[in-house]
């Protein structure tokens, strides 16, 4: 009987579940999702998933090793920097082939007002030119650089309730979890007299409806730039990740 081929996935997105879907009906995989643990009730992949941090590109080296994997797809949020670079270096290290799954970024278009930054520290810097009362939708980690803006108000939001104050010294949480509707950004904007956003350039249609109101709305987005790209091979979409591991077990096989 041909062997399993072994298969994680570091997820964290939209992408990496609906890649386990996809990959759960192939009969020679066993697939299994790492998840960082970060979200109290993430979207359950099916297959096996793991929690937790690895220990490092050494103990994720250790784990490939352990566990036999054959490929990984890193599947994790364009943000999610450490966690790729620490994948490129397990890999190469245990000589397991490796594939990001990267969505790409939302397209400026002409009519947009946004004033792109290097990094939060650069946003916070940004912000006093553009507004006061700030929709900070950048998630839970990240917002210690705009503890320095006392003169500002700002709406954060987050998936889970925060476990300690936020770093914010004027500031409403208020708690989501998207795929967003456009008209409900609209409707927190105006509510909340919301002079300027920031956000990352995540990509994908999930988060994409604040973008799109704030166009509406004219409003400018200081908009963080992604993490400069892990080198390595890489794909846009969980089709051609389907395709990739595909080819694997043909490879496995040849
Ligand atoms: P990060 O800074 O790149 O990674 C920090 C550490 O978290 C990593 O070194 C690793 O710990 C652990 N980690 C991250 N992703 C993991 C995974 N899929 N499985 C196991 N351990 C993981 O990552 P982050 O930006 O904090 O993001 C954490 C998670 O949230 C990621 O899975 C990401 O896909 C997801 N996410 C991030 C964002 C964002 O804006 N950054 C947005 C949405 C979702 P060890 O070194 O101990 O292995």
């Known amino acids: 009987m041909a062997e399993l081929v072994r298969v994680l996935i570091l997820g964290g997105t939209s992408e990496a579940v609906a890649l386990a879907r996809r990959l759960a009906s192939e009969p020679r995989l066993a697939v299994t999702t790492s998840l960082a643990g970060r979200t109290l009730a993430p979207t359950a992949p099916p297959g096996a998933v793991r929690r937790g941090g690895f220990g490092g590109a050494a103990g994720l080296a250790k784990y490939l090793y ?13 943000y999610a920097a450490r966690m790729s670079a620490n994948a490129a270096a397990a890999c190469g290290d245990a000589g397991v082939a490796r594939l990001m799954l990267h969505r790409p970024p939302w397209p400026r278009r002409p009519e947009d007002r946004w004033i792109e930054v290097a990094d939060g520290t650069a946003a916070a810097t940004a912000l006093p030119a553009h507004g006061r009362r700030v929709f900070l939708a950048i998630g839970r980690d990240g917002l210690a650089p705009f503890a320095a803006r006392a003169d500002t108000w700002f709406l954060a939001r987050l998936i889970d309730p925060p476990t300690a104050p936020l770093p ?8 989501g979890r998207g795929p967003f509707a456009v008209e409900d950004e609209l409707a927190l904007m ?7 956003v920031v956000s990352k350039n995540s990509g994908g249609t999930a988060t994409f409806a604040k973008i799109e109101a704030a166009r509406t709305l004219g409003l400018p987005v200081v908009m963080i730039a992604r993490p400069p790209p892990t080198p390595g091979e890489s794909v846009a979409t969980v089709d051609a990740a389907v395709a990739w591991v595909r080819n694997l077990i043909a490879s496995c096989d040849a």
């Open 66 to 78: 352990a566990r036999r994997i054959d490929a990984v797809v890193d599947a994790t949020h364009p």
């Open 168 to 175: 914010l010294a004027r500031c409403e949480v208020i708690r």
């Open 190 to 196: 105006r509510a909340h007299r919301i002079d300027v």
